[in-house]
């Protein structure tokens, strides 16, 4: 992309000036974050945070809905809890990576579940990380 801009100075001669900008730089795009949880304060509480650090967010509280949901929002990144009504986290961990477009998306587990087994499962299902509730909000934007 290249932008010409001209300046007229006090003694009437024109300068002008060529920028090349990359479109990426030009325009950066904002990640977007979809969290499934079925506690409506943890969704709330996490999208506020996010959308302030600068992400597009979206909180969803009924995990039935979650693939249709993802297929139109395209999030750069899934927030999942493991403990909801079916599909659990677990579940639709494995329906995520089992959909062509979310194959590779980040998949991150946050849950009261802090047992061995639930991680193993969560890591064999897809997921990519584990966080374990309760955690300090601001580890949200470590990951």
Known sequence: MKIRVELVLDYGKLVCISLRINKTNFRKKTKKILIVDDDEQITNLFEKFLVEEGYEAAGLNDSSKAIEVANSFVPD??????????PDGFKLCRMLRATQKFLHTPIIIITALGDTDSKVVAFGAGANDYLQKPFHITELSKE
């Open 77 to 86: 990144l899934f927030l999942l809890d493991l403990m909801m009504p079916q």
